[in-house]
């Protein structure tokens, strides 16, 4: 933690926020060097916010009465999303950044839905900090499904696509 406490840091926190918020990030950490063993460590979190969704009722069912002597049935368990970021094919994020699919805007992607890749192949682009960083697809095999979106952002982890 910083000696210094002025506000200096205050505002520099509160840009950190604003930079935070505009690039829709939900985290971000900074070391801010004052000299020779004085510094400030800043990391910026923004909960997400928890959205729960109703479901609506079933619409009316007709039960005919189970045959004397029949064995309840348990009904069949809904079954739960797919979570992309536990499959075994999952590329995940590297970094956070902003995510292309291309080299450049109108150009073709790299990939799409059912391409063949090779391990090593670029599959995405990834701009952090001004730099371009290339994604290459960690296996062979073909890209069953592309989770992000050209231009927008992704987290550090976050699952970009599925190869299997």
Request: charged share 15%.
């Amino acid at each position: 933690m910083s000696k210094h406490s002025s506000e200096a840091d205050v505002a520099f926190i509160q840009a950190l926020a604003e930079l935070l918020n505009k690039n829709d990030l939900t985290e971000l950490s900074v070391k801010r060097e004052y000299g020779e063993a004085d510094s400030l460590d800043v990391r910026v979190v923004k909960q997400a916010n928890i959205v729960t969704t109703a479901m609506a009722a079933p619409a009316a069912m007709h039960y005919a009465p189970a045959p004397a002597g029949a064995a309840p049935v348990a009904a069949a368990a809904p079954a739960a999303p797919e979570d992309p970021s536990q499959h075994a094919g999952a590329v995940a994020s590297p970094m956070v950044g902003t995510c292309y699919l291309s080299a450049e805007p109108g150009s073709a992607p790299f990939v799409t839905v059912g391409s063949t890749v090779t391990e090593g192949q670029t599959v995405l682009i990834i701009e952090a900090m001004k730099t371009m960083n290339h994604i290459p697809a960690p296996r062979a095999g073909t890209v069953k499904r592309i989770l992000v979106t050209d231009g927008h952002a992704v987290e550090y982890g976050a699952p970009l696509m599925i190869i299997e």
